[in-house]
């Protein structure tokens, strides 16, 4: 670039028409070494950034830009800084896997609220320590366990929840669970009753 046209200006209608000139012209290597050479630590404005958000929305990267430029980022070693922007950037309603901030994890529901002392490292809790901590109007210590009364996970009406000592609360996890073993194992009686009922049946 000539020392005539450095830090000049121009309007947005002269860049328009030189965008149009170099469209479709392919540059050779120096050029574009020369040109990497002169962005290098070029800081632009939050309205440039924007402007170049805009510009490239919704533009679809063929097939050998997306293998440069996965080339170009191996190895590529990030500062604490930018992992903790990355980070930022695609924490909570900014994730492109975001349903509403509710995930069922293991059975249980997980509500995501970051500002919760007890939340998780990526801002969940369990909706039902959540339930009993509005009714008890204190957040629970980690001991204390909140129980289902019927052995459902994810059921957490207020009237289905129970707190206890995690002692107590295995006791009790126990006693539903082999309940719902003899009615499992009841019902599995039931079903081959009824198969050879019916295959007695088509025999006749």
């Known amino acids: ?18 965008s149009k ?19 290098k ?5 939050e309205e440039t950034k924007r402007k ?6 919704g533009k679809k990267l063929s097939e050998e830009t997306k293998r440069k430029l996965s080339e170009y980022h191996k190895g590529l070693k ?3 800084k930018t992992r903790k922007k990355i980070s930022e950037a695609n924490r909570g309603e900014k994730h492109w896997n975001w349903k509403g901030g509710r995930k069922i994890s293991r059975g249980y529901v997980n509500i995501w609220k970051p500002s919760h002392p007890y939340s998780n490292c990526c801002g969940y809790i369990f909706e039902h320590r959540l339930v009993m901590e509005k009714r008890i109007g204190r957040y629970l210590f980690s001991w204390e366990i909140v129980h289902h009364k019927n052995g459902i996970k994810n059921d957490n009406r207020d009237e289905n929840l129970e707190l206890s ?5 295995n006791k009790m996890v126990q006693k539903v669970y082999q309940e719902n073993m003899s009615l499992k194992k009841a019902n599995f009686v039931l079903f081959l ?11 006749k």
């Not at 670039?1 to 200006?9: T, V």
């Not at 630590?41 to 404005?45: A, K, Q, V």
């Not at 170049?52 to 929305?57: L, V």
């Not at 000592?165 to 609360?169: A, E, F, N, Q, T």
């Open 193 to 203: 009753l009824t198969q050879k009922l019916l295959e007695e049946k088509g025999r």
């Open 21 to 39: 000139a170099l469209k479709g012209r392919k540059l050779s290597e120096e050029a574009k070494r020369k040109m990497s050479e002169s962005h």
């Open 41 to 45: 630590g070029l800081r632009r404005s």
């Open 1 to 18: 670039m000539s020392k005539a046209k450095k830090g000049k200006k121009f309007s947005a209608e002269h860049r328009r028409n030189i």
């Open 52 to 57: 170049i958000g805009e510009a490239h929305k």
């Open 78 to 80: 990030l500062s604490e």
């Open 165 to 169: 000592p995690s002692g107590k609360h």
